[in-house]
Nanobody
């Protein structure tokens, strides 16, 4: 089992910044990927960014590329998502997830992630 706990959400004005963190505990995987997804009302869960634990390879959705940065701390088993230049459309519940994903094309699929955190609300006001 893997447990994930997110923190760092909140309310911010457009153009502001927030930093989300996800702390992982429990078993680890040989090829696991940690990702951030988000979901707003009446929308499907959307991929945001991910990082491959073994080599630090990162990948971002087009909607956040250049504004969000994902990073990992191997020693602390945490993944962070630094978000700058936030927009009202970034408002959502943000979820951390982990999965043993062996193909890059699978990284954006929520169904390929095995464990999820409880989510943290990010609200960006205009």
């Amino acid at each position: 089992q893997v447990q994930l706990v997110e923190s760092g959400g909140g309310l911010v004005q457009a153009g502001g910044s927030l930093r989300l963190s996800c702390a992982a505990s429990g078993r680890t995987f040989a090829n696991y990927v940690m990702g951030w997804f988000r979901q707003s009302p009446r929308k499907e869960r959307e991929f945001v960014a991910c990082v491959t634990w073994s080599n630090g390879d990162t990948y971002y959705s087009d909607s956040v590329k250049g504004r969000f940065t994902i990073s990992r701390d191997n020693a602390k088993k945490t993944v962070s998502l630094q978000m700058v230049s936030l927009k009202p459309e970034d408002t959502a519940i943000y979820y951390c997830a982990v999965g043993e994903i062996t193909r890059n094309s699978w990284r954006t699929w929520p169904g390929k992630y095995d464990y999820w955190g409880q989510g943290t609300q990010v609200t960006v006001s205009s």
